[in-house]
């Protein structure tokens, strides 16, 4: 996972994300589980990014 010093751009992810939600299982669960697993080869160098993505059958991650 890439790295910016010490915190990664996962952490960063979910650090915006908890601006908006507040429950402790959600912010954990995203800690947790790798998005980027989830993410197509063609865009897995976007994973961390704050937009949605593709994940085929014309569905997203958002």
């Known amino acids: 996972m890439a790295r910016e010093g010490s915190v ?3 952490d960063r992810l979910v650090d915006a994300i908890a601006q908006h ?3 402790a299982r959600v912010l954990d669960a995203l800690r947790a589980v790798d998005r980027a697993e989830f993410v197509p080869p063609a865009h897995r160098r976007f994973p961390y990014e704050d ?5 085929g059958e014309d569905q997203t991650i958002s």
């Open 21 to 23: 939600v507040r429950d």
């Open 8 to 10: 990664t751009l996962r």
């Open 51 to 55: 937009t949605a993505l593709p994940i």
